[in-house]
């Protein structure tokens, strides 16, 4: 968490690693406001609770594509007015404000910038002291630090292209934000590892005048058409869940406490048996990467609470309405039920009772993926034969990779199967193991082909000296 405080006001930054993503809270003199917050409310509540105060408004900078904001069920429960920009369309209540736009929380204020690009409502907000004086801008997805938003999440029609939208960018960042000061500070909606944009810094805030030196999108001596060729050049697809994200964060959805409240059912082994069966229904192994590996259901999707959950949840389960039963270890349930919800998937039927030591006592046939370490793969591929897979993204494959292996992208993995099923057996790596056994599981759900994971992955062949 990141504060800035002053004897007038608290400005809180909220930072989920899962998403990436960075909420605020901000309160002055007993009011206070949520810009981008999380589906999950009780922190923003809470806080507010703890210094007295009243949130008077949530902020929304732009209908988020990469998760389900909390706007709604925070009005709900605090009466606060819902804000957005020119352009937005919501079906729900909410205030449409005009840019330039100022709202008051105590003795500082919001000033709603709006800088189409983006999204066609994107807009940003500008926070000022008691003095009136500049002291931050919460730039949503609009700027993040050493890049900017990707323009191609809010074509609505034919004629609003990733170009046109770019150039819409360019004319925002150009005209609205690069005059501020110098020394203000800027907050984003996301940092390093977010599909929102191409080249962000892990940083979460930095000055305007930093950004300057750094960030290729605010060359001065930049023209639009450079600038446009750069934003739209080398674009990967938007993660399959996106779309279904922007309908919810635009038409509304249920509270994560109803979710959790309906979701959290223990389901008996025998009727687990039954259901797992069934077409309709996703077994979600949720466990760590080696534990998944040493055993786990047939048929069972891994994707793992230790890293970035969510975003692979909507990357690689292909229906945002599937229906899943979590596999967890003891008292991780609620989490992923809560943490799925965060990316729209509300659908989650129960858990597995007892978990997957209880069941694999009375199975008799139980899965498992081969994992050897980094090094004894080096040393196999001297007399080895076997095909060698990368699932890493292309960017990451073009900086380095073991000679000999071809870039199958995760999030590109269904395209391959034929290949890896006429090449198996094969090895199978990514950066440090934890992609790969997503992959491995989703190869093995229906193939159960015979592949190798490596331990590690990249990472440590390369700290084994590996020279590429």
Not at 49 to 60: C, D, H, W
Not at 123 to 152: H, M
Not at 354 to 369: E, P, R
Request: hydrophobic share 35%.
């Amino acid at each position: 968490m990141n504060f800035e405080t002053n004897i007038h006001m608290i400005v809180e930054q909220i930072y989920t690693e899962c998403l990436s993503q960075g909420s605020y809270y901000i309160e002055s003199e007993g009011e206070a406001a949520v810009i981008d917050p999380l589906r999950e409310i009780d922190s923003y509540i809470k806080k507010a609770a703890n210094g007295k105060a009243k949130i008077k408004y949530v902020f929304e900078t732009h209908f988020h594509a990469d998760f389900v904001s909390g706007h709604l069920s925070l009005s709900r429960k605090t009466g606060a007015h819902i804000i957005f920009g020119p352009n937005a369309n919501p079906s729900f209540k909410s205030v449409i404000a005009a840019d330039g736009e100022k709202f008051k929380i105590g003795k500082i204020s919001l000033e709603l910038i709006h800088t189409p690009g983006h999204t066609m409502e994107s807009s940003c907000y500008l926070l000022r002291d008691q003095s009136d004086k500049e002291i931050a801008v919460f730039t949503g997805d609009t700027l993040f630090l050493g890049d900017v938003g990707r323009p191609d999440l809010a074509q609505e029609n034919k004629s609003m292209t990733k170009e046109y939208l770019a150039g819409q960018l360019f004319d925002s960042i150009r005209n609205k934000l690069m005059p501020l000061p110098d020394n203000i500070t800027i907050y984003p909606a996301h940092g390093a590892g977010s599909a929102c944009g191409k080249n962000m810094m892990d940083l979460t805030s930095d000055s305007l005048a930093n950004q300057k030196k750094l960030n290729y999108a605010l060359r001065e001596d930049m023209t639009k058409k450079e600038f446009v060729n750069e934003v739209t050049k080398g674009l990967s697809s938007p993660p399959k869940y996106f779309p279904s994200n922007v309908e919810l964060n635009k038409e509304g959805y249920e509270d994560v406490s109803t979710i959790i409240k309906r979701s959290l059912n223990p389901i008996n082994i025998s009727t687990f048996n039954l259901l797992r069966k069934q077409d309709d229904i996703l077994i979600l192994d949720v466990r760590s990467k080696s534990l998944f590996s040493e055993g786990h259901v047939p048929g069972s999707l891994f994707i793992g609470l230790e890293g970035m959950f969510a975003p692979w949840a909507g990357s690689v389960i292909k229906d945002i309405k599937q229906k899943i039963i979590i596999v967890s270890t003891n008292g991780k349930e609620e989490e992923a039920i809560s943490r799925l919800s965060r990316v729209g998937f509300d659908n989650v039927v129960g858990f597995l009772d007892g978990g997957y030591d209880k069941w694999a006592k009375s199975s008799k046939k139980i899965n498992k993926i081969k994992c050897i370490s980094a090094e004894k793969f080096i040393n196999a591929t001297s007399s080895s034969r076997k095909s060698i897979y990368d699932v890493r993204d292309e960017d990451e494959f073009k900086i380095g990779h073991f000679p000999g292996a071809k870039n199958v992208p995760l999030k590109k993995i269904d395209k391959y199967i034929n290949e890896l099923r006429e090449n198996s057996p094969f090895f199978i790596y990514c950066k440090a193991g934890y992609r790969s056994v997503i992959a491995s599981s989703i190869i093995n759900k229906t193939n159960d082909l015979e592949l190798i994971n490596i331990e590690g992955g990249y990472d440590m062949i390369e700290k084994l000296n590996f020279s590429a």
